[in-house]
């Protein structure tokens, strides 16, 4: 969980759409990374989508795989 990093000062990529990160960040280490959507939905603030057809949950769609390993890749540079 992002808390319990927090207590143990371990760094941690965590993603956010439905929710708002800049609640939390500040009870954070300076290594958290907050990735998030920039869709014009979010956030929302709803457990589902009501969007519709190719545009449902077009916010996790944007999150691609490789901009979540990169963001873990830099942490890990910095801890070798």
């Known amino acids: 969980s992002i808390h319990l990093a927090a ?5 941690i990529v965590s993603i956010w759409n439905i ?3 800049v609640h939390v960040i500040g ?10 959507s920039t869709t014009s939905c979010s956030p ?3 457990e589902n989508c009501n969007k519709e057809g ?22 890990l540079e910095e801890k070798l």
């Open 7 to 11: 207590i143990l000062n371990i760094p």
């Open 19 to 21: 929710t708002e990160p």
């Open 27 to 36: 009870k954070f280490p300076d290594k958290f990374v907050a990735l998030k």
């Open 44 to 46: 929302c603030y709803l």
């Open 54 to 75: 190719y545009l449902k949950y077009e916010c996790y769609n944007q999150l691609f795989p490789k901009r979540i390993t990169n963001e873990v890749d830099k942490i």
